[in-house]
């Protein structure tokens, strides 16, 4: 061997004719199972191979893969060993150039086979199985390091390689590691277990991968798990793609988001299991790309995703509904729970998502997301609900308001104009996301999670009365001026519905204290002091709708709504430290502490808490008076005139559009919205009494001139000075009024004729009102029309 060497050396011209006659030996001792021969033959060439490396080894090469193919066709294991040992070692000889003529697909197929060996020995087919592999391993490293020779890249190449690897790799434990990558494995692992080889080879062929065929390489995964259905589990699933991407360069990881997306449309009308196990893998791949590039993906991302969230809820919405034979009421159930799966996998993917976006792009994915949400007059960029009805439109918004919780979790913005914009707002606030009490509590804390810029929300959990909130250790800035003009601006909506809210009959104890947390957190994050008596305001209003219940509310909640009233005014008492406003806090809590503990909240929302059988009755002594807070807080400088104003909401179109009860729509009825005094120490109750006499004082305008005149003044005043929505409000609440006590009157006093008497054309300050007809009635100096 020696002398054969020096002479291949010396002689490089000769190395051709030396390869062909070992060649021609090898083939022949093949066919004639000379094994000790083969062995020599292959020696001689692997030594000859490492020796020489001039230019003239090129067709030496030839000669050489020529034998190794001998090799691997033949059918004895340890020959396959000996030839893939030789191609191993000539894959780690570096050549000086590239050769172009030469290929290596006949090596691909048959490493392939190898790799997928059954042979009846457990032993042999192990030992060829990791043969292959090695192969495997050989072809990639001795091509792909050629830019100028990419064949190894073609389909029908990675076609047989990764499916091969794959198999091998399917017999390792799964390593649950969600934090970092999975661990690489030992080198006496790598040579002895041809699961550890396979995933070894796999990490390198897919380090190796580059922008323009990465998609070559991670296609046949796809293919290989849908054959072997290893979807569901989709433990397997969920290892690959963490090799995957911790694999390729970070720049490519949208590549791979891509295909899975790409994976998840084609597979959409199949078993929600199979669904839920690609979407789980998807939120795998999102949380380690979400830590370096993304990529343009970003809105494909949600947009798929919120695509295959809508038919998972029209899926499970037609089920429901076909459903209702008994016999398939099982399978039904099953399914639907499956599609909860589905629906949950696809909300958990959206917020980890989001969460791990930097704030400018979280900004435009919750305005994205709110945009698919339905909601009245918003009939551009959302879901198509046109197949999902009732039920499931409701269902699809809390999945949409689920997501959306999901991606504002942790999101801090500078300003609250930056979190809150207005076309971001008005639907969150729509009526439309109030008619059930599991949509109120997530906008709720949607709104919680975009308000709490300081971390106090979970000082704040629970409704209790706090026996001292500097305990707590609030931490707040000073409001700036864009904050006060968002309050300014938007004020009346938050408190509008925050009221209307408190006042709904499928309330459960989790609404009244995420009801109370909104009401601190706008007094810790926006409350100057206008804003402050507004909320006063507003919480006065709700215990005066407790107490007359013109809702008709269960007693529950008339008692749950006094209970958050004397929490929010604890809490907002000595967040002010007025210490005259705190007395008369502390004193009415302290009186319903031995009298009335069912209007506190550690009472009314304990079990089995005693309710009474009515308010009416109730000490006045129980209740937090307009006149006592006003007089505190006036003493302290703040501005008192606006607490003697009733609060009452504004009202929308969709309230009159939308399913809910809503304000009936009277317009063009003037009435005087001027209060005449502070309330008197009776419950509040600002509204004035409208009796008959009133009522003929009304249609009767001889000798009302100069009281005309005066009213109008008063009038014209109280435009230039009040708030333009304080002044809509009032209007619209004494309209209401007007309207319902005239509805009881004709009810109790009209016996109508069978023809009117007369027509009436009537006036009240600028609104002229068509003629309408006059019925006589037992009053015969007064008409009702």
Known sequence: ???????????????????????????????????????????????????????????????????????????????????????????????DTPSYHRRYDFFVSRFSAMCHSCDSDPETRTEIRIAGIRG?????????????????????????????????????????????????????????NPAMLAENCFRELLGRATFGNMNNAVRPVFAHLDHHRLWDPNEFAVHCFKIIMYSIQAQYS??????????????????????????????????????????????????????????????????????????????????????????????QTIGFFGSNLPDYQRSEIMMFIMGKVPVFGTSTHTLDISQLGDLGTRRIQIMLLRSLLMVTSGYKAKTIVTALPGSFLDPLLSPSLMEDYELRQLVLEVMHNLMDRHDNRAKLRGIRIIPDVADLKIKREKICRQDTSFMKKNGQQLYRHIYLGCKEEDNVQKNYELLYTSLALITIELANEEVVIDLIRLAIALQDSAIINEDNLPMFHRCGIMALVAAYLNFVSQMIAVPAF?????????????????????????????????????????????????????????????????????????????????????????VDILPNSIPSDDVVSNTEEITFEALKKAIDTSGMEEQEKEKRRLVIEKFQKAPFEEIAAQCESKANLLHDRLAQILELTIRPPPSPSGTLTITSGHAQYQSVPVYEMKFPDLCVY
């Open 136 to 192: 495997i391993q050989g072809v990639v490293r001795k091509t792909v390091n050629d830019e100028l020779r990419a064949t190894i890249w073609e389909p029908q190449h990675m076609d047989k390689i990764v499916p091969s690897l794959l198999f091998n790799m399917q017999k390792i434990e799964e390593v649950d590691s969600r934090i970092g990558p999975p661990p690489s494995p030992s080198a006496a692992d790598k040579e002895e």
């Open 582 to 670: 705190c007395q008369h806090v502390s004193k009415v809590i302290e009186i319903r502490t031995m009298e009335a503990p069912y209007f506190l909240p550690e009472h009314i929302f304990r079990d089995k808490c005693m309710l009474p059988k009515s308010l009416e009755k109730h000490d006045k002594n129980l209740y937090f008076l307009t006149n006592k807070i006003a007089e505190s807080l006036g003493g302290s400088g703040y501005s008192v005139e606006r607490l003697s104003v009733p609060y009452v909401p504004q009202v929308t179109d969709e309230d009159r559009l939308s399913r809910r009860k809503s304000i009936v729509d009277t317009v063009s009825i003037q």
């Open 254 to 347: 949208h590549h791979v988001i891509q295909e899975i997306l790409g994976h998840l449309d084609a597979r959409k009308k199949d078993s929600p299991r199979v669904r839920a196990g690609i979407i789980q893998v998807l939120l795998e791949a999102v949380a380690i790309a979400a830590k370096g590039s993304i990529g343009p993906t970003v809105l494909e991302v949600f947009n798929t995703l919120l695509k295959h969230l809508r038919l998972s809820v029209e899926f499970e919405a037609n089920d429901l509904q076909g459903g209702s034979i008994s016999s398939a009421n099982l399978s039904t159930s099953s399914k639907d729970s499956d599609e909860k799966i589905v629906q949950n996998a696809i909300i």
């Open 1 to 95: 061997m020696e002398k054969l060497t020096f002479y291949a050396v010396s002689a490089p011209e000769k190395l051709d004719r030396i390869g062909s006659y070992l060649a021609e030996r090898l083939s022949r001792d093949v066919v004639r199972h000379r094994s000790g021969y083969v062995l020599i033959a292959m020696e001689a060439l692997d030594q000859l191979l490492m020796a020489c490396h001039s230019q003239s080894i090129k067709p030496f090469v030839e000669s050489f893969l020529h034998m190794v193919a001998k090799l691997l066709e033949s059918g004895e294991p340890k020959l396959q060993v000996l030839g893939t040992n030789s191609f191993v070692k000539f894959a780690n000889i570096e050549e």
